[in-house]
């Protein structure tokens, strides 16, 4: 029986930047995507949830995968958009629990790294080889961002299967998804969030609206799905690769501290104007089964989300921003 080995490889630095023909055709969305395009998007379209995942030896034995090699399941979606954009979260069923409910050693970050996988970008078809390609913009794994990973893709009724290329040591991993229904009452509000959007400004203001602090640079997705889920991908900017083929102590660190990802369930207060994610995994496993709680302002194509006012040391008021800009239609 193998076991599962964690190894986080180097990253270079990148940013909210779109790669391959996809991006040459229509750059960050605002562009009109070509007919043929939107027709092969409009197959992958929607939300799939992961139903079975499976890894086999060049000989067809059954490898056994997970962070304790013990072949546990994992939960997750990937959402496809018309425009094409993609989004992955996945995370094991079984997670790390941390004192405090939080990382702060090498080991536990390697261990919440091991156990949460998540990445974003773009993708393009191509029907004639029967390969998808998902462009990624960033990830959780350091050696995945700005990559392209081609996935052998087969419909079958509400089932995606992707098979990404074989292994050099001749392991092949297949995963199937179903595809997820949309919810039978949208509101307005949930009509205006569904999509994608990327990542324009985060920042806390005092009540007086000085900016206390800021994080320039940052890019990152958040998605919103009829089916009533929400993924999040935030991402510092340059990210650094490791030296070695084994990262230290102090990339591990630097890796688990740069980037933050959640998935879940999600809810709209329609009178109140707010949102609530309700976390089903995070980065953070300490976060899941959380909620957070967002009040939603539009202006145009961008979108404000603002946490609950909170109290700073001296007793001041302190609000968090986060805008976004619309990518999808």
Same mark, same amino acid.
């Given at each position: 029986m193998r076991t599962f080995v964690v190894m986080l490889a180097g990253?270079?630095?990148?940013?909210? $930047?779109?790669?391959?023909?996809?991006?040459?055709?229509?750059?960050?969305?605002?562009?009109?995507?070509?007919?043929?395009?939107?027709?092969?998007?409009?197959?992958?379209?929607?939300v799939w949830k992961l139903v079975g995942e499976e890894t086999r030896d060049a000989n067809g034995q059954a490898v056994s995968r997970g962070p304790n090699g013990d072949n546990a399941a994992r939960f997750g979606y990937i959402v496809y958009d018309p425009v094409g954009y993609m989004s992955v979260n996945l995370a094991w069923l079984k997670q790390p629990v941390f004192a405090g409910g939080k990382a702060t050693t090498p080991q536990d970050a390697l261990a919440a790294m091991g156990a949460y996988n998540s990445y974003w970008g773009s993708f393009a078809v191509n029907d004639a080889r029967g390969i998808v390609t998902h462009q990624t913009f960033g990830a959780l794994s350091p050696a995945f961002a700005g990559t392209n990973q081609e996935r052998q893709f087969t419909f079958s009724g509400n089932q995606l299967t992707l098979r990404p290329p074989t292994a050099a040591n001749g392991d092949q991993r297949t995963l199937t998804w179903e595809r997820v229904p949309d919810l039978p009452d949208l509101t307005p509000t949930h009509r205006k969030l569904i999509g994608f959007w990327k990542l324009i400004s985060f920042e806390r203001r005092s009540a007086k609206g000085d900016r206390l602090s800021?994080?320039?640079?940052?890019?990152?997705?958040?998605?919103? $799905?009829?089916?009533?889920?929400?993924?999040?991908?935030?991402?510092?900017?340059?990210?650094?690769?490791?030296?070695?083929?084994?990262?230290?102590?102090?990339?591990?660190?630097?890796?688990y501290?740069?980037? $933050?990802?959640?998935?879940?369930?999600?809810?709209?207060?329609?009178?109140?104007?707010?949102?609530?994610?309700h976390l089903a995994a995070a980065i953070n496993s300490g976060a899941a089964g959380t909620d957070f709680q967002r009040f939603i302002e539009f202006a145009g194509k961008r979108l404000t989300l603002k946490p609950p006012v909170t109290k700073d040391s001296s007793g001041e008021s302190v609000q968090t921003a986060i805008t976004w800009e619309r990518l999808s239609d």
């Open positions: 990253i270079g630095i990148i940013g909210l $930047t779109a790669r391959g023909e996809l991006a040459a055709q229509f750059g960050d969305g605002a562009a009109p995507v070509p007919a043929a395009i939107r027709a092969a998007n409009s197959r992958f379209a929607g800021s994080y320039p640079g940052w890019t990152g997705f958040i998605v919103y $799905t009829a089916s009533g889920h929400v993924m999040v991908h935030m991402m510092q900017p340059y990210r650094r690769r490791n030296v070695g083929a084994s990262p230290t102590p102090d990339e591990t660190m630097a890796t501290r740069s980037y $933050t990802s959640y998935f879940g369930p999600y809810t709209v207060n329609e009178s109140e104007k707010y949102v609530v994610h």
